[in-house]
């Protein structure tokens, strides 16, 4: 196959790939691929971003402890630049490891270089301890690499061996047909594997979000902290969906592009798989749903003043769960895995995998007397089922999405009382719950399923707190105002 390179002639500056397809090529095979603003960053050993998601707070609690991502495979896909798409495994923060060019001899691409600094650098990301990477060109991965997509005959996607896979390139083949397919065997390759993918959304807030990857169901799609990315409701594939899932800060200056902040939750997600394998109590907690309500429901507010949602929008539509925090989401990992009761209490952060069954499930808890539980967040994640594997050319395959619900009560001994709060959405696989403060007394948490009987993940946590003597009592419901943002220039609009 033959790429021609060139800067896309739309005043956003973004760099667009045009791959030819072969003998195969045509204009709804055409993928216009953009990374990003690619650059050649030299990332310094310091990263203030540690900080803002609460990495450098964990590894001062942990020490000798904190994890690497050590035993974690992952796969990085890139598109192409100047026809390459390797990272420069010379670089000194990418000894070491070891890298298998999945689609072929390349040179190095700069953008790569630096996605890989942020996934798995020595000292620039959150996953050191990665060693096994596989490399792939994101076409070659969307054909024959991985999904198959417009392969002669019937091909079901190839199963993806990795444990975490980033994708830090958007795109579309011109043709939502067949972006639809593609999105649809890229969600079947991540129930069929269980790996956590992420994906990352367009820069710019004036773009809309774009088909390719941005729009699956199963994966990860992330934005940035400042909001300047594509962000609101998906507009195919069942419209009305909101992306982003969740924000990243800037690692350093020159940064601010989605293409870096996408790595940084893929190196959170692989901290978190290597945790959960190292206690067998927690084994679950590596499922992919697991580690995606985990990651989401440890999201902070407080960047983010006017953070809303409501019952039918279970996200911020341009901030999705909020920022990726690892400290928050680490301690609801290990807080440990608790089940539904009806008749006993979890604690007030926690998570639990599992498949519904014939009642609504619930999870009782307490806020103490004398204290509030603050910043508290409920996070269910649960997987599009695309029910025909074998899918050929021009053929969408057969997808069905259950529908769950989160609800919210006041509780009397283990008898719900009053409803306080819920996410319905209609099309969503994600519904969350946030509540600014509760005070104390005993809540639960129902996990309405209606007829489904699908797996799901359910994460939450709150921070308890003393309450200001002069503090009104009661229940504050909502995200309200809850801090001061970071607004940075925008960048590659």
Not at 241 to 248: G, M, N, Y
Not at 276 to 296: E, M, Q, Y
């Amino acid at each position: 196959m033959t790429y021609r390179f060139g800067v896309g002639s739309s005043a956003d500056g973004h760099i667009d790939f045009e791959p030819a397809f072969g003998a195969r090529s045509n204009s709804a095979r055409r993928l216009a691929v953009s990374a990003g603003c690619l650059v050649l960053l030299m990332l310094g050993a310091k990263a203030d971003y540690k900080d803002d998601i609460g990495y450098n707070q964990l590894k001062l609690e942990l020490g000798a402890a904190m994890f690497t991502g050590s035993g974690v495979t992952v796969s990085q896909v890139e598109s192409f630049e100047n026809s390459n798409y390797s990272p420069d495994t010379g670089n000194p923060e990418l000894l070491g490891k070891t890298y298998t060019l999945k689609s072929g001899p390349t040179g190095v691409s700069g953008h790569a270089t630096t996605v890989a600094q942020l996934f798995y650098g020595m000292s620039t990301s959150l996953a050191p301890g990665i060693t096994t990477i596989d490399l792939y060109e994101a076409d070659n991965w969307i054909q024959g690499g991985m999904l198959n997509f417009g392969a002669i005959g019937t091909n079901s996607p190839k199963g993806e061996a990795r444990d975490v896979a980033n994708f830090s390139w958007v795109g579309t083949t011109g043709s939502a047909i067949n972006d639809q397919e593609i999105i649809r065997r890229f969600d079947y390759t991540i129930q069929q594997s269980n790996y956590v993918a992420v994906v990352g959304t367009n820069n710019g807030d004036s773009s809309t979000v774009p088909q390719l990857l941005a729009h699956n169901y199963n994966g990860i799609t992330v934005g940035k902290t400042d909001g300047q990315h594509a962000s609101g409701f998906t507009t195919f594939d069942t419209a009305g969906r909101v992306k982003p899932d969740i924000v990243a800060p800037p690692s350093s200056a020159g940064t601010n592009f989605t293409s870096f902040t996408t790595p940084l939750v893929s190196g959170a997600a692989a901290g978190l798989i290597q945790t959960a394998r190292g206690t067998p109590a927690l084994a679950n907690g590596a499922d992919s749903r697991s580690v995606k309500a985990i990651l989401l429901a440890g999201a902070t507010k407080t960047e983010f003043p006017d953070w809303t949602r409501t019952s039918t929008t279970p996200l911020d539509t341009t901030f999705g769960a909020g920022e990726l925090n690892i400290f928050n989401s680490y301690h609801i990992l290990t807080a440990g895995e608790q089940g539904p009761s009806a008749s006993s209490t979890v604690g007030t952060k926690g998570w639990d995998f599992g498949t519904v069954s014939t009642n609504n499930l619930l999870y009782f808890f307490d806020v103490p007397t004398g204290m509030n539980l603050d910043q508290f967040s409920v996070a269910l994640t649960w997987n599009r089922v695309i029910t025909d594997a074998l899918i050929g050319p021009s053929f969408i395959p057969e997808a069905s999405v259950d529908n769950l619900n989160l609800k919210l009560f006041s509780v009397t001994g283990f008898t719900p009382g009053l409803m306080l709060d819920s996410s319905v959405s209609a099309v969503d696989n994600v519904e969350y719950l946030f509540e600014a403060s509760l005070a104390p007394g005993r809540y639960a948490i129902e996990l309405d399923h209606g007829t489904s009987r699908t797996d799901f993940a359910l994460a939450w946590t709150g921070t308890l707190s003393v309450p200001e003597p002069s503090a009104a009592a009661g229940l504050l419901l909502g995200a309200g105002v809850v801090g001061a943002v970071r607004r940075r220039g925008r960048v590659c609009e």
